[in-house]
């Protein structure tokens, strides 16, 4: 786990000596730019919050980036899924084994695909990785979904990986993945299973296809005096 106290402190303590330098100002001036309420200092508007948000976030990167280059081996992890826009987010992690054994998994960011395509799933991969000051030397293993794009042999992103990096590189199918795809086919041939989502699935088209059923099923939870919830899939 990485030290959060630690980093956050440190965190508080450069955007506070960040504020007091802030246009070439000092002392009382300084001061009165990040005052709230009355005389003391808050750190409540957006602009400081978000401002500390990416001071955090980049301290917690530099010590994951830190960590790899001090580790005996690590593994890169990487997934897309698209957000509500219908845009390709790809979210990067790394799997670190540090010198004595001990094994880590961390988030390091997460970006917007230009494509699904293997080559550009690589190029922005390699780009993120660089950016941050990561090198290859000690990378051993990727792993991805069973996507052909992703875990095709000859075509997918670990051939290329494979290819560009290191034939070293092994590839396994996340294990996350594996697990999700036994459950479905598993839940697909129980019948009590398929009743049970049949039925949640017409309860659902019951109470949604028009707004008096729907005014209906909310009027029945104040009477049994319950949290009205609006059914969303």
Same mark, same amino acid.
């Given at each position: 786990m990485l030290p959060s106290v630690t980093i956050l402190k440190r965190c508080i303590r450069k955007k506070h000596e960040a504020i007091v330098k802030v246009g070439g100002r000092s002392g009382t001036n300084a001061t009165k730019m990040v005052k709230g309420r009355g005389s003391k200092i808050t750190f409540l508007s957006n602009k400081t919050q978000n401002n500390v948000i990416d001071v955090i976030g980049k301290e917690i990167t530099g010590e994951i980036v830190k960590r790899i280059h001090e580790c005996k081996a690590w593994a890169l992890i990487a997934d897309t899924t698209p957000d509500v826009s219908h845009h390709e987010q790809l979210s990067i992690c790394v799997r670190i084994v540090d010198r004595v054994g001990y094994c880590s998994e961390h988030l390091l960011c997460c970006k917007r695909a230009p494509g699904a395509t293997a080559q550009q799933l690589y190029d922005t991969i390699v780009d993120a990785l660089k950016s941050r000051g990561i090198t290859f030397g000690k990378i051993v293993a990727q792993t991805y979904d069973g996507a052909s794009n992703m875990s095709g042999y000859y075509n997918g992103l670990q051939a290329i990986f494979r290819d560009e990096i290191g034939s070293n590189i092994v590839y396994t199918h996340c294990y996350a993945h594996t697990l999700n795809l036994v459950l479905s086919d598993?839940?697909?041939?129980?019948?009590?299973?398929?009743?049970?989502?049949?039925?949640?699935?017409?309860?659902?088209?019951?109470?949604?296809?028009?707004?008096?059923?729907?005014?209906?099923?909310?009027?029945?939870? %104040?009477?049994? %005096?319950?949290?009205?919830?609006?059914?969303?899939?």
């Open positions: 598993s839940a697909g041939t129980a019948i009590n299973v398929i009743s049970l989502f049949s039925d949640l699935e017409k309860t659902y088209t019951l109470f949604s296809q028009s707004e008096k059923i729907h005014s209906m099923f909310e009027s029945a939870q %104040k009477v049994q %005096k319950l949290k009205v919830l609006s059914l969303k899939r």
